[in-house]
């Protein structure tokens, strides 16, 4: 009895408090909720649009899956199977708005990444689908710049270790028409508004371009978007899709499409 | 404002506490599923990696 006598006294006292206190207590809350709310806006750009785009690109990489077809991988000799020639690269015709391939990282994370890659550069297609082809620039296997973009950070951080590569480091791109290889050979750091870099012979306006490049553009530093980071690979290698995986990637198209 | 929500939800001290945690939850939820991505648009801090052209 004399405990509830005494905490309802104590509820009395709380619940007449100065004007002055009230609307004190007010903003107090509502800066309070201000500021958990920045923290999980924070929490979703970090966190979980890395969740919301991994599945998005798990469903396109699916769809394109299906598209391609299984894996062959014959039962050859292997280093006869490598140095095989294929002659040179057909080109990939893209459609806009189709999801055309998967692009193989070895270097990328612990034990290599692959990525579904979008025609065009809108925020709906880098912000869900992981790696987009700037329409302006060439297709695979045409002379001059095949050009994409993808997150450095947030978005699934499709190139978050951009950084990493380093010379002999190979880029492989899986389309319709079979596995394009790319070799890494230089890395630079530009405006973001650059834009020389996706000319067919890069930073050389009105240069026919004498060979096939592959060009990853993507913000820098890390956590920011001040520059750009702009890798450049060159063509070096095609097979068909009959052929097989390349070596170095067989087990990652192997895992990325079954 | 939260002390007044918390007096007005209906039940015993438990339910009470369990009806605050869901509500908790599904505001989170909603945060992460609709608010943040349309906000998006809007504010986008680090999620710009394209170059040399205006993105739409």
Redesign the interface.
């Known amino acids: 009895m004399n405990r509830t006598a005494t905490a309802q006294g104590r509820r009395m006292q709380r619940r007449q408090p100065s004007a002055g206190n009230r609307i004190a207590g007010f903003f107090g809350e509502l800066l309070i909720t201000l500021g958990i709310l920045l923290m999980l806006y924070v929490v979703w750009e970090l966190w979980w649009t890395n969740i919301d785009s991994a599945q998005a690109q798990k469903e396109v990489t699916a769809n394109l899956v299906q598209e391609l077809g299984d894996v062959k991988v014959p039962e050859i000799n292997e280093e006869e199977e490598e140095e095989k020639d294929y002659g040179p690269a057909p080109v990939t015709e893209l459609v806009p708005g189709e999801t055309f391939g998967i692009m193989y990282f070895p270097r990328f994370g612990a034990n290599g990444s692959h990525h579904p890659v979008t025609y065009g550069v809108e925020d709906h297609v880098i912000d869900n689908l992981g790696i987009g082809h700037y329409p302006t620039t060439q297709q695979p296997g045409e002379l001059g710049n095949f050009a994409v973009a993808a997150h450095r950070q947030t978005h699934g951080q499709v190139f978050w270790d951009i950084d990493k590569l380093q010379d002999g480091d190979k880029i492989y791109l899986q389309t319709a028409e079979g596995y394009y290889t790319y070799t890494w050979y230089a890395t630079e750091i530009v405006a973001p508004s650059n834009g020389d870099v996706l000319l067919p012979t890069p930073h050389q306006w009105g240069v026919e371009p004498t060979k096939s490049i592959l060009t990853m553009t993507t913000c820098h530093p890390k956590y920011s978007t001040q520059q750009r980071m702009i890798a450049y690979s060159e063509l070096t290698d095609w097979r068909p899709l009959d052929a097989g995986p390349p070596q170095e990637i067989r087990d990652m198209v192997i895992d990325a499409t079954s | 404002?939260?002390a007044w929500i918390f007096r007005n939800l209906p039940g015993p001290l438990w339910l009470r506490i369990l009806e605050a945690l869901i509500l908790i939850a599904a505001i989170?939820l909603l945060?992460?599923m609709y608010v943040?991505?349309w906000?998006?648009?809007y504010i986008s801090?680090?999620?710009?990696?394209?170059?040399?052209?205006s993105?739409?």
């Open positions: 404002m939260y989170v945060l992460m943040f991505p906000l998006n648009q801090p680090f999620t710009d990696s394209t170059i040399g052209q993105t739409p």
